[in-house]
């Protein structure tokens, strides 16, 4: 069941107190190689429920029976103002816990207790929501930022730990919160039978094949179609619904763009999806500090401070030049101050014109990219009645 490990290399074991990882921990202890400098637990206590700091203390028994080194973390907050979702959060904490212990000790392998029944849960959960997944189920091994995060407990049923556990007179804390029904994997639990459990496991290993050949055509698509931070676009309405998804996500996830996706991820693939296959030539979707843009058959990736449309009154030469390069001096004799300078296409598209031709129509002959067009400057008389210069 230990198979995974290298007894010489050092572990952090995340411990909740729950029978997983406290069936893990004595599993580590009971092991004939087993060296206890060898080991960092790593606990958090959220201090969620009332009675969370049972959970603590009997993790810190059983690190004082072994002479294990514990690292605790003791969370106070108030949780009435919490936004996100518990777990999430909570998720989100745990991990960034274990990434200082992985810095304070220079330990960068983790062992996490999610069991059999953990898997297949997860795989109900991602077929239900439809989710892009790297793996269905849960993967033996992935990775945080530089931790390496090791699951040896994952053909273990819940089952087979409890009966263990209790036939050892080992004691662990029971989450009151798993069986609460808001969840939706709560729910997948009260219904999930393990007696059903092995042709699950057929069903995500075929899945996972499946999936493997969509992540090789994925990768082909993309090899073909991106640089850097654009997609080339027009022949993803050939590929499915699912794959333009896949296609989509791995695009900007791989980008340095790819926090656009930690929240709302799905939400957002979606209305991206959404305007790469519209018949619309340009669309802008704004997170708060980048743009998703489609423009003809592009999609990209740009930083807002890359394009900062404006429009300023300006009343002399060289006001003027903190706009633009004015090495045309012949025009600048024959600019009667004050005039605005702009690069607002949106704003000016249609009105008013330069020799009356809209900016739109002499951009588009011009064959110029809507990100180009947010880049060229023109300026306006007073009145705004007429564009005078195009840069
Ligand atoms: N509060 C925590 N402190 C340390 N590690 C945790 C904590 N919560 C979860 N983990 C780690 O993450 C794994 C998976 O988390 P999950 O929430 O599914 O577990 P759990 O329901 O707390 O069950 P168990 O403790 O029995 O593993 C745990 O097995 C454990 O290794």
Redesign the pocket.
Known sequence: MLKELDWKSRYL??????????F?LTRIVAHEKFKSENFVI?????NYRSDSIK?QKIVEQLCHKYNLRLEVMNLQKDYKNLKENFEDF?RNV?YNFFIDCAQKFNIWNL????NLN?VIETYLLQKIRNNIVETYGIAKISHYQNLKIIRPLLEKTKSSILKTLDSENIA??I?ST?FDEKFLRNKIRKNLEESEFQSYSREIKLANIEMKKMQVKRDRFLKENQSENILKINQLDKQSDFSQKMIIAKFILESPFKDVLVFSKKKLLSEIQKICISTKPFILIKTKDNIIMKDFNELKLIKKTEIQTKTNLVNSAKELGEFIDLGEEFLITQINFPVWISNDYNKFKTNPRFNNKTLSKIYSGRKKNYFDRLKIFFILDYEQKSILYIF
């Open positions: 074991v995340a411990v909740s107190g729950g029978p997983d990882s406290i893990l790593c606990h958090v206590n959220y959970d909570a745990r062992l996490v207790a999610h953990d662990y804390a989450d798993n």
